[in-house]
C-alpha cells in the first residue's frame, strides 16, 4: 500500500497576523491658521506719516466778499492761501486747497473737499477793511462728541474743543509774530459743516502806533502773517504726534 504520505503542509500555527497597527497614526492634514479678523490699516506714527491741512480761500468767484483798498476779499484770500501752500509744502505738510483760482464754490462744496480730506487742521481764509490785526474765530457750536454720521449742519460740534485748541496755538504763534490777535466765536456755514479742527482767520489791516496802516492787500502783510501760520501749523503738528 503506497501510503500517500501527502501531507499536505498545512500551516498549522496560523500565524497570528499581527497588525501592526502602525501606531504612528496619520496624523491629521496640517491646519491652516484661522483666518485673523480683519484689521483696520494700520497707520504709521512716524514723522513723515501724513499730516493734512486743508486751506480754504474764502468767497471766490461772483461772490468778492469784502471791499479791500481797490480790489476784493477774494483775491486777499487766495493770495494768502497760495503763500501759505507753499511754506506748509516746504515744510512738508500735505495741502488740500479748495480752490486754486477765482471759482465760485459754496459752503457745502468746501466742507465736502475738508471732511473728504482726513485733515488734522482746516484754515479759512478770510479778510476785512475793519478792526486790526488778525480776528481768528472758532465755530459757535456747542462742543459734543464726535458721532461717524453727524448732522450736516452741526458736525463741527464734535471738533469744536479741538478747533478751539487749534485757535490757541494760532494765537500764541502770531503774537509771537508781534501781530495783533483777537479771538472770538460765531457761527460760520463752511466751517460748521467741516469735521476737522476748524478755525476762520481774517485778515484785518495792521495799525502800527506813529506808522502808516498797512492794508490786507499787501503782500509783505501777507507773508509775514503766511509764516506765523506755517509756525502755528507745525506746533500744531508736533503737539499731535505726542502721546
Ligand atoms: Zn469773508
Not at 491652516?32 to 490699516?41: I, L
Not at 495741502?95 to 488734522?120: C, F, K, P, W, Y
Not at 492794508?215 to 506755517?230: H, K, N, T, V
Request: charged letters at 15%; aromatic letters at 4%.
Amino acid at each position: 500500500m503506497r501510503s500517500t504520505n501527502r501531507s499536505h503542509a498545512r500551516r498549522t500555527a496560523l500565524q497570528a497576523a499581527a497588525f501592526l497597527v502602525a501606531a504612528t497614526a496619520l496624523l491629521a492634514p496640517a491646519q491652516q491658521p484661522a483666518p485673523a479678523p480683519s484689521a483696520p490699516p494700520v497707520v504709521p506714527s512716524s514723522p513723515t506719516s501724513r499730516f493734512v491741512v486743508v486751506l480754504d480761500a474764502a468767497h471766490g468767484g461772483d461772490d468778492s466778499g469784502a471791499r479791500i483798498d481797490s480790489g476784493s476779499e477774494k483775491d486777499v484770500a487766495l493770495a494768502l492761501s497760495v503763500k501759505l501752500r507753499s511754506l506748509l509744502a516746504a515744510r512738508g505738510f500735505q495741502v488740500i486747497t479748495t480752490r486754486e483760482s477765482d471759482a465760485t464754490l459754496d459752503a457745502v462744496h468746501r466742507a465736502e473737499i475738508a471732511n473728504r480730506s482726513g485733515a488734522q487742521a482746516c484754515l479759512s481764509l478770510h479778510a476785512t477793511e475793519s478792526g486790526s490785526g488778525i480776528h481768528l474765530f472758532a465755530s459757535s457750536l456747542t462742543p459734543a462728541a464726535p458721532t461717524r454720521i453727524p448732522a450736516w449742519k452741526t458736525a463741527q460740534g464734535g471738533f469744536v474743543t479741538r478747533s478751539l485748541a487749534l485757535a490757541g496755538v494760532v494765537n500764541s504763534a502770531l503774537q509771537h509774530a508781534n501781530i495783533p490777535v483777537t479771538v472770538g466765536r460765531t457761527a460760520l456755514p463752511g466751517v460748521d459743516s467741516m469735521t476737522c479742527p476748524a478755525i476762520a482767520v481774517e485778515i484785518a489791516p495792521l495799525h502800527p502806533a506813529n506808522a502808516a496802516i498797512t492794508s490786507p492787500a499787501d503782500p509783505a502783510y501777507q507773508s509775514q502773517i503766511a509764516e506765523a501760520l506755517a509756525a502755528a501749523l507745525l506746533e500744531w503738528k508736533t503737539e499731535a504726534r505726542q502721546p
